[in-house]
């Protein structure tokens, strides 16, 4: 299955409870999921990780658990970028935030 945002496809979105690395440079998107569709909560991009617990050890992850409601409510969607720099990666994240304004993103 695949996820649009602007003009990229991502891939997912699936649950970020079934995600497992590694993730090579990706763009990354966490979402949460409703009745209504999925919104996106999150954007951000990572060179590599092989840590089972990226996600659970970032910073926002308790932003994203009261924007989704629960754990199951939170979804994952990616957009691979092999051979991409982080500056390549970074540009695209900002589009999406500057187009979906994901509330993550904007706490502090």
Known sequence: MTFQ???Y???????LSEWG???????????????????I????ESEKTEEKDFFIK????????????SVKNLYLSIYPMWGSSTEERKRIVDR???????????VK
């Open 5 to 7: 945002i602007l003009h």
């Open 9 to 15: 496809e991502f891939l997912g979105p699936i649950k």
């Open 21 to 39: 690395p590694p993730m090579d440079e990706v763009i990354y998107l966490l979402l949460a999921g409703s009745k209504d569709g999925w919104h």
């Open 41 to 44: 909560i999150y954007a951000s």
């Open 58 to 69: 970032n910073d926002k992850f308790k932003c994203w658990i009261q924007n989704a409601g």
């Open 96 to 106: 999406v935030i500057s187009r979906y304004k994901p509330v993550c993103n904007y």
